[in-house]
C-alpha cells in the first residue's frame, strides 16, 4: 500500500504563488512516476505534471513557464511551485504516484481569486 498525503492549497490572489507539497510513505520502492493532476468543478481530471524516475518532467501546455514541479527521492516527496496563477488554475490538485498501479492522493484545493 501507498499513501500520499498533499499540503499547500488555499486561496490566493491572480498572479500570485503557492507551493504543493506531496508526502509518499509505505511501499513506495521503484516509484515509476509522480505528478500532479488536477479536477476543476465540471471537468475531467486532467495532467498537470510529471516528473520520472529518471527526473524527466511533463507538462501540461497550459501551465507551462509557470509552474515547475520537483522530487526529492530521499524524503519521497514531490512539490508543484505554481506561480502567476490565473483564475483557470482553479482546482483540486491530487498527488499522484505511479509504481506499477496508479495511487492517489485526497486532493487539496486551490482556489485562484481576487
Known amino acids: 500500500q501507498v499513501q500520499l498525503v498533499e499540503s499547500g492549497g488555499g486561496l490566493v490572489q491572480p498572479g500570485g504563488s503557492l507551493r504543493l507539497s506531496c508526502v509518499a510513505s509505505g511501499n513506495i520502492f521503484s516509484i515509476d512516476d509522480m505528478g500532479w493532476y488536477r479536477q476543476a468543478p465540471g471537468k475531467p481530471r486532467e495532467l498537470v505534471a510529471l516528473i520520472s524516475n529518471g527526473r524527466a518532467t511533463n507538462y501540461a501546455d497550459s501551465v507551462k513557464g509557470r509552474f515547475s514541479i520537483s522530487r526529492v527521492n530521499g524524503q519521497n516527496t514531490v512539490y508543484l511551485q505554481m506561480n502567476s496563477l490565473k483564475p483557470e488554475d482553479t482546482a483540486v490538485y491530487y498527488c499522484?504516484?505511479?509504481?506499477?498501479?496508479?495511487?492517489w492522493g485526497q486532493g487539496t484545493q486551490v482556489t485562484v481569486s481576487s
Open positions: 499522484y504516484l505511479r509504481r506499477g498501479i496508479s495511487y
